[in-house]
C-alpha cells in the first residue's frame, strides 16, 4: 500500500480479554515501530524492529505486552489480559532504510492512523 | 534511559504572533526530528537536523539545534490557523541504534 496501514481502526475489549493490533508497514521499510499515545501526551515508544527482531523492546510496559514481525514486514502487537489503563492509542510507524548501515543517516518516520483501543 | 522534554505544554496565541518550542534531551543525539499532529490525526514529519548548530527553514517555520546536539527548537512566525496542532521533537540516540523518542509535544492553539 501507499502507507501504513493499521487495523483495526478502533478495537473495544472487555477488561481481561486478549486483543492483537496489526501494522503493514510502507514496503521496504526495515525499521517498525509501535508507540502508545495517551490523550494530551507524546508518543510513549513501546518497541522497534530491524527486519524480524525486536531490536529494542524496552518500552513494553509488562510482560502483557508482546509484538512479532515474523517475515520481517507485518507486525501485530499483542496484550494479554488486558486493563482498563491499556486504553490509548497504539500508533506504529515505519522508515527505510535501515540505518545500521554505517554513514547512512536516519529517515522520517511514517505513520499510520493508529488503532483506538478502549478496555471497558 | 534517553528522555526528550518540551517546554511549554500548551501555547495560545493570537494569530500573526510568533510562537517557539523548546526540546531537551537528557543525552546527546545523533539527529532530531520535528513532526506535527492535527486534532484526530497522526504525526507527520517536518524536517530533520543532524549537524550542530544546525538552522533549516520552512516558509515561517525555523529550526534550531544545539551545539551540544542535546537541544532543539521550532520557530513560527506570524502564526496562522493553519498552523493549529501539537509539535513534537524526536531524538535518535548518539549511537545511532534506531531508537526514536518523542517529547511529550507542544499544543498551538491560534486565535483569529
Known amino acids: 500500500g501507499a502507507g501504513v496501514s493499521q487495523t483495526p481502526s478502533n478495537k473495544v475489549t472487555e477488561k481481561g480479554k486478549y486483543v492483537e493490533l496489526r501494522c503493514d508497514p510502507i514496503?521496504?521499510?526495515?525499521?517498525l515501530y509501535w508507540y502508545r499515545q495517551s490523550l494530551g501526551q507524546g508518543p510513549e515508544f513501546l518497541i522497534y524492529?530491524?527486519?524480524?527482531?525486536?531490536?529494542?523492546d524496552s518500552g513494553l510496559p509488562n510482560d502483557r505486552f508482546f509484538a512479532v514481525r515474523p517475515e520481517g514486514s507485518v507486525s501485530t502487537l499483542k496484550i494479554q489480559r488486558t486493563e482498563r489503563g491499556d486504553s490509548a492509542v497504539y500508533l506504529c510507524?515505519?522508515?527505510?532504510?535501515?540505518?545500521?548501515?554505517?554513514?547512512?543517516?536516519?529517515?522520517?518516520?511514517?505513520f499510520g492512523q493508529g488503532t483506538r483501543l478502549t478496555v471497558v | 534511559g534517553q528522555q526528550v522534554m518540551q517546554i511549554p505544554q500548551y501555547q495560545h496565541v493570537q494569530e500573526g504572533e510568533d510562537f517557539t518550542t523548546y526540546c531537551n534531551s537528557s543525552?546527546?543525539?545523533?539527529?532530531i526530528q520535528w513532526y506535527k499532529q492535527r486534532p484526530g490525526g497522526h504525526p507527520v514529519f517536518l524536517i530533520q537536523?543532524?549537524?550542530?548548530?544546525e538552522v533549516k527553514k520552512q516558509k515561517r517555520l525555523t529550526f534550531q539545534f544545539g551545539e551540544a546536539k542535546k537541544n532543539s527548537s521550532l520557530h513560527i512566525t506570524a502564526t496562522q490557523t493553519t498552523d493549529v496542532g501539537t509539535y513534537f521533537c524526536?531524538?535518535?540516540?548518539?549511537?545511532?541504534?534506531?531508537?526514536?523518542?518523542f517529547g511529550q509535544g507542544t499544543t498551538l492553539q491560534v486565535k483569529p
Open positions: 510507524a515505519s522508515r527505510y532504510p535501515s540505518f545500521r548501515t554505517p554513514g547512512l543517516r536516519s529517515t522520517e518516520a511514517f
Open positions: 514496503s521496504g521499510h526495515t525499521a
Open positions: 524492529f530491524q527486519g524480524t527482531g525486536a531490536a529494542d
Open positions: 543525552t546527546t543525539l545523533s539527529n
Open positions: 537536523l543532524v549537524k550542530s548548530g
Open positions: 524526536a531524538g535518535d540516540g548518539s549511537s545511532n541504534t534506531g531508537k526514536l523518542i
